[in-house]
């Protein structure tokens, strides 16, 4: 069953036609990447669903619901979570004081830091936080300054304080960049177990393809802004035009 249906999707920038006519299902329960080079209209993709962006034509259907209008705020709030490319955690504040954060928000639909004084008081959240980082291998860091954390365990972090919203479809924006093979396959294990575990759709853009075939159940190809193929990862490992523009003759895959 589909979970996000978009259809004839396309976005201009004044004379730039950056996504034309973009038509991809995410079935429930998968994963499904989305790969092309840089410039290819991959994040112009994700920023149009999850509200960032308004599409110039076509629409965005999620779980029966229209994007299309939507605040960023409300969309969370129908079941999408993002993670950027970039570790977006509070670094001041502490591993658990991280997770209250979207613990708040769910409970109360909004988030105010002068919150988390009186969070002693709220037990079932601080136990849903703590329970989330024992999952997540993280409860031992939970007194921690996000600051101070490896660049693999903010993005172990990042996930988590998404998971802790119950999403119904989580977005990945390279979620491995820059980070040592080691913390790689270790993000990889934790996706695979993620999706083993929990009812969850994952939608990833990753340039790595290591990482792609390791995880995806299908495969879109963006090409200039719209989709040169959309398969399974063996259908696309074969596939003529993508090892030509995509994954060349040296690629690993």
């Known amino acids: 069953m589909e979970l996000l249906e978009i259809k004839d999707l396309g976005k201009r920038f004044g004379g730039l036609q950056a996504l034309s006519e973009i038509n991809l299902s995410v079935m429930k329960n998968t994963v499904h990447a989305i790969i092309g080079p840089n410039g290819a209209g991959k994040s112009t993709l994700l920023n149009c669903i999850v509200g960032k962006l308004m599409p110039s034509s076509g629409s965005v259907m999620f779980d029966g619901y229209s994007l299309l209008g939507r605040s960023a705020h409300e969309i969370n709030q129908l079941g999408i979570s993002r993670v950027f490319q970039t570790p977006e955690v509070f670094g001041d504040l502490n591993v658990l004081e991280n997770m209250l954060i979207p613990c708040l928000a769910k409970r109360d639909g909004a988030f105010r830091l002068h919150a988390l004084k009186s969070i002693d008081d709220e037990k079932q959240l601080r136990e849903k936080a703590e329970d989330v ?3 997540m291998g ?5 007194h921690m300054k996000a600051a101070s954390m490896s660049r693999g365990d903010k993005r172990r972090l990042e996930i988590a304080m998404c998971l802790a919203q119950d999403p119904k479809l989580l977005l990945l924006d390279e979620p491995t960049a820059g980070m040592a093979r080691a913390d790689t396959n270790n ?6 177990r993620i999706k083993q575990e929990r009812d969850i759709t994952i939608a990833i853009i990753e340039h790595d393809m ?3 075939f390791s995880l995806a159940d299908h495969i879109t190809v963006l090409a200039q ?6 398969d399974t990862p063996d259908n696309i490992k074969g596939h003529p035009k993508v090892k030509e523009a995509y994954l060349g003759e040296t690629q690993q895959v």
């Open 133 to 135: 980082l024992e999952d």
């Open 138 to 142: 993280l409860i031992d860091k939970r």
């Open 187 to 192: 993000t990889i294990d934790l996706l695979k």
């Open 210 to 212: 290591h990482v792609v």
């Open 225 to 230: 802004g719209t989709p040169l193929v959309s």
